[in-house]
């Protein structure tokens, strides 16, 4: 890594003792059900989302559905998750597309008081490693924010690709997605000393254990964004190994949810806001492409959530 001060410094810092402290938040942007941004209905939301204490809040990310965001309700987002963390924790906002876009996301979240960005994986196209560094480097070059690396998708490094991205001014980390242990452990020797790594599968508890013996305990918590409880149950269970507790709420909860979200596109997205509202957070649709559950759906979710805040000791 280029040498690491200032405000860089500071953001790893906070970001190293929230990944150790708890999940990582990424929280659902609220909409009405015309399909506008519900700017009040997500204060509301995050409210209750941070008095869990994360260890750090990603807005506007893919849970978020950052895809569907215009820059004005990007920057309403930003906003409200900034005044409301009111420094108790690090703001990551989501960025992507091309470079030229992603910078005018990331020139809207510096101005907003984010702490840094996590780049998306780019729309469309897929790409040789050198123009993924490349994608990088010019979004280093544009803002004076940290940044990381999201690699899911058409978006995988190898050892070589990372140490490359380490060496650009800015770019402090690596979220994964595409659980391929053998790489990855390759990857975290690749880097160097104090890059930051961390799970980003999809539901990303069912494989926390895995991740954790290459090296990267850290993860996002999709179940976090509708049930803080559950999340920090699991993961308390986990950091104190305490596998009967872990593979109970596997066994019960994550990996029947799992299969449940495999049975339809987009529903890593839908399953969290229907859950969601389930709990009467004011979060709203999902805004298409992406689809509601199905009332079939809906009922086993239900039944799912019910088990899971029993096992977790909470209620609905």
């Not at 215009?70 to 990551?92: F, Q, S």
């Not at 994964?176 to 000393?193: K, M, N, Y």
Request: proline content about 6%.
């Amino acid at each position: 890594m280029t040498e690491i001060k200032g405000r860089q410094a500071e953001v790893i810092g906070r970001l190293r003792e929230g990944m150790a402290r708890g999940v990582l938040s990424f929280p659902l942007t609220s909409f009405h059900e015309d399909g506008a941004l519900d700017l009040a209905g997500y204060r509301a939301y995050l409210e209750r989302q941070l008095a869990s204490e994360p260890g750090a809040v990603f807005p506007a990310c893919g849970t978020g559905e950052f895809h569907a965001l215009n820059e004005d309700e990007y920057r309403a987002v930003v906003e409200a998750t900034v005044e409301i963390a009111a420094g108790r924790l690090p703001v990551v906002a989501g960025i992507g597309y091309g470079w030229a876009q992603a910078l005018r996301f990331a020139r809207i979240a510096e101005d907003a008081g984010a702490d840094g960005l996590l780049v998306l994986p780019h729309y469309l196209v897929t790409a040789p490693e050198a123009g993924l560094v490349e994608q990088l480097r010019r979004i280093a070059a544009g803002t004076s924010l940290p940044l990381i690396a999201y690699q899911r998708g058409q978006v995988a490094f190898s050892a070589a690709g990372v140490r490359a991205i380490a060496e650009i001014p800015r770019v402090i980390g690596l979220k994964d997605g595409h659980s391929d242990l053998d790489r990855l452990r390759r990857l975290t020797f690749a880097a160097p000393d104090g890059f930051l790594f961390f799970n980003g599968a999809p539901t990303a508890e069912i494989q926390a254990r895995a991740y954790a013996t290459v090296g990267v305990p850290a993860y996002s918590s999709a179940v976090h964004a509708f049930a803080p409880e559950i999340a920090d149950t699991f993961f308390a269970a986990l950091r104190a190994g305490d596998t009967a507790n872990t593979d109970r709420l596997l066994r019960e909860f994550y990996v029947p949810l799992v299969e449940l979200r495999d049975t339809v596109p987009g529903y890593s997205v839908s399953l969290v806001k229907a859950a969601a509202r389930l709990r009467g957070l004011p979060v709203g649709p999902v805004r298409a492409p992406l689809i509601d559950p199905s009332p079939a759906d809906l009922a086993v979710l239900e039944e799912l959530l019910d088990t899971g805040l029993q096992l977790a000791g909470a209620s609905r």
